[in-house]
């Protein structure tokens, strides 16, 4: 077996959350206190960073492991930086990135790769074990998942989709406080992140309380889009209250398959084809239909960034998922991604375990059927259950005057 060494290497890759530094602070904790004798390296842009080896050495911002860590876990984004870099097949090497990855891994001694990302990340982790499992590379690989988008398969849910489905649904319950003041027809239509799962606009559900109407109808991707019925849902809506509140995915799609907020241009380096707006599409829709009163609202990349209102549920579990990625590794496991198992919902309580990283790459979890209420275009009790374990508990960050305290490693 060749063998790059015992250092170790940890990136981050795909869309940032508000999570998603809590597993880095597990992992580099684990890995500090775990592997005190050798190199914790980060990569700077992810899988990028690694090729044109701009690395972290990690014990120097972190040299006592847990110490010093809080700050990096309430802080959003991608702290070590991001990238969207889809890799080759193990088998096509033309352009030499196996060879190079191979050199690097040897010259910095790594002996264990993790990367912390949503599905193409787990995509990247999948080709990086089988390229080291071909070319007998001792390198212990594991994925630690990370997406508000919560669609990778066998996980539970995943890390960064609780603090992304609190601000989604605070912000629906902050919206119909809004939209409620007035008592002539109307509608607001808020489009929620979410091209081929709808996991993240169905929490938009959970607006609905004891101090709340909260949001009225729901679309998601995984059932066909009718205009009709929508125009029939709003009508129903009309006969409750003046003001509709609706939320969209991103990804709803005609029964004829076409995306509504497809702007007709090139798919990116994935493969997804590339939205310009279906809200706004469905504003114009709706405006048409009634003449009345309508409103637009795209939350955009705050639903990610928002760690202002984060679940402690998420973040603890978060930072737990990246230690656990890091033990298993160390216990010489390779080829996983690390995955939340519930238990139970009330009380709610979950474990992790390791699954598969081929069986998980590049397959979708959608909202499955008996989460949807089809007939009332909204989430079953089942739904709720799922979801409001995910939300619990609040953590706040440290303030500076006036605004909330982030960690920033320099520029390479």
Same mark, same amino acid.
């Given at each position: ?73 309430? #802080?959003?984004?991608?702290?070590? %930086?991001?990238?969207?870099?889809? /890799?080759? $097949?193990? !088998?096509?090497? @033309?352009?030499?990135? &196996? ?88 509608? #607001?239509?808020?489009?929620?992140? %979410?091209?081929?799962?709808?996991? /993240?606009? $169905?929490? !938009?559900?959970? @607006?609905?309380?004891? &101090? ?88 955009? #990349? ?21 230690? &656990? ?88």
């Amino acid at each position: 077996m060749l063998k790059p060494g015992n250092n170790a290497v940890i990136g981050q890759s795909g869309g940032p959350t508000a999570a998603i530094n809590a597993s880095l602070a597990g992992a580099i904790s684990k890995l500090v206190s775990e592997n005190s004798d050798n190199k914790v390296f980060g990569m700077s842009n992810g899988i990028e960073g690694l090729l044109k080896e701009k690395l972290y050495d990690l014990k120097h911002f972190f040299p006592e492991g847990s110490d010093g860590l809080s700050l990096p876990k309430t #802080t959003p984004g991608a702290a070590l %930086g991001s990238c969207r870099f889809k /890799l080759p $097949a193990p !088998s096509d090497d @033309s352009n030499g990135i &196996y060879r190079s990855l191979l050199n690097i891994l040897k010259k910095y001694r790594i002996g264990y790769f993790f990367y912390i990302g949503g599905n193409d990340s787990m995509d990247t982790i999948s080709k990086i074990s089988a390229f080291a499992e071909e070319n007998s590379v001792d390198l212990k690989c594991i994925g630690i998942p990370k997406t508000i988008d919560n669609d990778l398969i066998l996980t539970d849910h995943t890390p960064g989709f609780g603090c992304a489905a609190k601000y989604v649904a605070t912000v629906f319950s902050e919206l119909r406080r809004d939209t409620s003041v007035y008592t002539q027809k109307a509608v #607001t239509v808020v489009e929620v992140m %979410g091209r081929d799962a709808g996991w /993240l606009t $169905a929490a !938009s559900a959970l @607006s609905r309380s004891a &101090y709340s109407d909260g949001v009225d109808l729901i679309y998601l991707p995984e059932v066909p889009f009718s205009y009709d019925k929508l125009f029939d849902d709003i009508q129903k809506v009309w006969g409750r209250h003046s003001d509709v509140l609706i939320a969209v995915s991103e990804g709803i799609r005609l029964e004829n398959g076409v995306y509504v907020g497809a702007d007709g241009s090139t798919s990116d380096i994935f493969g997804h084809v590339k939205l310009s707006g279906a809200a706004k599409v469905l504003e114009e829709k709706i405006r048409s239909r009634f003449g009345c009163k309508v409103r637009s609202v795209e939350l955009n #990349t705050p639903q990610r960034c928002a760690s202002h209102i984060s679940s402690a549920a998420d973040i603890s579990e978060s930072f737990d998922i990246g230690a &656990y990625a890091v033990e298993c590794a160390l216990n010489g496991k390779t080829g996983f991604m690390s995955g939340i198992v519930r238990d139970c919902d009330s009380p709610y309580k979950t474990h992790f375990e390791l699954f598969d990283i081929h069986s998980v790459a590049n397959k979708v979890k959608g909202v499955p059927a008996d989460y949807i209420d089809m007939v009332n275009s909204f989430v079953t009790d089942k739904a709720l259950s799922y979801l409001k374990p995910l939300i619990s508990g609040e953590i706040y960050p440290d303030y500076s005057d006036g605004i909330p305290k982030h960690f920033i490693f320099p520029k390479i």
